[in-house]
């Protein structure tokens, strides 16, 4: 009888008893190092199905490596500050450290029940002192390079709950959770200049060929390199800047938009016979976030300033507006409003009935109703009439460079990174503020700087550390007079920025991780994660890791030689699982009713690990099933004599094959292929007892099993009279011989939808579950059910729908 519980404890005891895990702790062996990832997780409570899965699939992969001979560092922490913390500490009465490890505890016992293969010496933990001190050494090295600097910025503010909010955070202008209009204050933060590596990160992106294409047209846009110029337009003896792609349409110039927080803005102001409006203006548009402004479903609205700039090439006079569709902090602030042949300025100046001035004409075809926003020739455009677009833009460009009236710019959508927070649970800054020196960092030798515990966190308009007195108290570093420490803490993309090089030398007290750590493993040969970390995490830590490869920390610049993009396991109605919206299935219940090995079976056979899939319990039944049969035939035949047979016998034939399916496969995280070709394999041993090579097939199938099931592979590993553990065996190699193969033709509805090729007399059990692993297949019976299926034997099977 196949005893799961038994056999899962016990082999779980054994693994940890002799280190299996264990970086390094290998047998002599060539070295080869893998360092396998996932991105680990906010400690919110227990993990659910869709944590569950991602963890399934990197361990799978990590002891496929293993077996292979590689040495592996396959670790796991925790990302433990952020705010959810904060909330549940403030709504429980907790402190937020004592909730946050709490829940870690619970995942982690989670995990070990899964028998997920870390190497548990090196788990790290964010919020620990001994990590976070690292975060601050970061922080200190950058400020020492100019890289971390303080600004003004605006922020979205809730004056209800008297904090600030993410953009996230913010609906239709509200708070999200007592629905106050939010406003934007101006406060002083901290910046990361992740602008200075803008053209780095993109052009870097060229080097990761294995990276999803994906995930790098997303960061390409994200980083939004635009190549424009800037013209200076006169006004009142000055000069007001703009950024423009379109030097082409200067001529068709009908006034000039500035952004309500803009500097220019003020200036203007105090000019304006309209103050008081303008003022009020500025107050309301203040009050909408970015993403409000510039959104395309809302009317574009501003206000005339009665004041005029001059176009330095046509001369000509043009009105000046506000208006909060411009951006503050993209270009210089500044539109040149061309309604002609812009569809934002077209529809403003259609609100406000300002001059429309058409300079570009199509080359063919007819003019549209709106705005014409394709190059073409240029008319009513003074001495460059006639010119097209393209060789305008170069030739008015030279032009306005001569004259000294401009300049060639790149500009970035990328903005600097933020990572102040007015937040108690997150690191410390490590700055000190000092009424003669001004802003001076802590010591090296004084961090790291610690979060007092015991504070009042609930939030009142400034950081709670502020009125930590006990904290703030400190005395310069530079003259030595009482001096106050910076109360925020920072963005919690910051540990995870740099976390995973601290799993490489997770106990160094004296420096975030050695010299040889890093030669010896950096960087990650394999990443797995969420797509939804594209244009966040994904560009830190690549920011990060570039600028600790200029320190001369690092010998690499980028951090991650592959990447792999995980699916997301939803509900039947289609959402994503996860805690925050109430629809998670906590995996220690399905785990501890299943089994580790079934459970990671069924997840496993839930489709191809990069799409997106239904959680269901369906399949858990033929997972259990299919266990079941491996342990009775091994469990029956273990005193079997396992010699090597290298005749080309049927069963060896398809052992070769059964092999070389399985290894590809995972190599191409196509796990639910290789589970059903184990599947198939299954039921030709069933029927080749009495082939010369059934004893070492049988040897062969539990090590093709092991990365699936780990610990029923174990089990029946030492069933065969092995001594340890089967990840200490040597992963088999396939022979390329020639194998009976049939095709089989998959039918729905009496239409041929598809082939699959199988060994000769495949069951029909075995053939459905094939077919249904087909993603074309799966497509058209996903939420339908089939009525009949029909199989004839050798030829095909036909699902009636
Ligand atoms: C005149 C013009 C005429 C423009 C035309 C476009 C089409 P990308 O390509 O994304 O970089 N722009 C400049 N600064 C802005 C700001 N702070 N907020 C909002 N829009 C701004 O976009 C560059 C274009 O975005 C610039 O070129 C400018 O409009 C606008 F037929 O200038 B253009
Ligand atoms: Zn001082």
Known sequence: MYNYQAIEKKWQTFWEENSIYKVGAGLPRPYKKYYILEMYPYPSGDLHIGQFRN???????????????????????????????????????IEPKKWTLSNIDVSRSTLKLMGISYDWDRE??????????????LFLKLFERGLAYRKEAYVNWCPHCNTTLANEQVGAGRCWRCATPITRRELTQWFFKITAYADRLLSDLD????????????????????????????????KISVFTTRPDTIYGVTFIAVAPESELTSKIIKCSKRKSELIKYVETSLRRTDIERSSNIRDKDGIFT???????????????????????????????????????????????????????????GEEPNGAYTEPGILVNSGPFSGIDSQEAILRI????????????????????????????????????????????????????????ERVDFTPKGKSPLASATEFIKSSCPNCGKVAERDSDTMDTFVDSSWYYLRYLDPKNETEPFSQTSVKTWFPIDEYIGGIEHATGHLIYFR??????????????????????????????NGNVMSKSRGNAVPVGPFVKRWGADTSRITILFIGPPDKDAVWTEAGVAGASRFLKRVYNLIHENRNIPKI????????????????????????????????????????????SKEDPCFGYSLQVFVQLLAPFAPHIADELWSDLGNTGSVFKSKWPEWEEIEEEKITILVEIN????????????????????????IPKIAESIKNREIKKTIFVKNKLINFVI
């Open 207 to 238: 080097k990761l060929t294995e990276w999803p294409e994906r995930v790098k047209t997303l960061q390409r846009n994200w980083i939004g390199k635009s190549d424009g110029i800037e013209i200076d337009f006169l006004y009142n003896g000055d």
């Open 55 to 93: 963890y399934v699939i990197g361990d799978t992969r990590a002891r496929f490596k293993m077996l292979q001979g590689y040495d592996v560092m396959y670790p796991f922490g925790w990302d433990a500050f952020g705010l959810p913390a904060e909330e549940a500490a403030i709504k429980r009465g």
């Open 644 to 687: 090597v047979q290298k005749e080309a016998t049927p069963l060896y034939r398809s052992l070769n094959y059964t092999i070389k399916k399985v290894t590809k496969d995972i190599e191409t995280f196509s796990h639910n292929t290789a589970i059903a070709s184990l599947m198939e394999f299954l039921n030709k041993l069933y029927k």
């Open 397 to 452: 460009k030279a032009y306005v460079e001569k004259k000294g009236i401009g300049r060639s710019k790149l500009n970035y959508r990328l903005k600097d990174w933020l990572i102040s927070r007015q937040r108690y649970w997150g690191t410390p800054i490590p700055m000190i503020h000092c009424n003669k020196c001004g802003v001076v960092p802590v010591p090296y030798k004084d961090l790291p700087v610690r979060l007092p």
């Open 124 to 137: 790290i933990n964010t919020c620990e002192p001994a990590f976070y001190k690292w975060t601050q050494w």
């Open 306 to 364: 009665s004041e005029y700039a001059i176009n330095p090439l046509s001369g000509e006079r043009v009105q000046i507006w506000v208006a909060d569709y411009v951006l503050p902090s993209y270009g210089t602030g500044v539109v040149m409003g061309v309604p002609a042949h812009d569809s934002r300025d077209f529809e403003f100046a259609m609100r406000y009935k300002i001059p429309i001035k058409k300079v570009i004409q199509p080359p063919y």
């Open 750 to 773: 009496g239409k041929l939808r598809a082939k699959f090729t199988a060994f000769c007399d495949i069951e029909e059990e075995e053939a459905r579950l094939q077919a249904i692993q």
């Open 543 to 572: 920011f990060i890791t570039k600028f600790l490869y200029d320190e001369g920390l690092l010998p690499q610049d980028e951090p991650c030689i592959r990447l792999f993009t995980h699916g997301m396991i939803m509900d039947r």
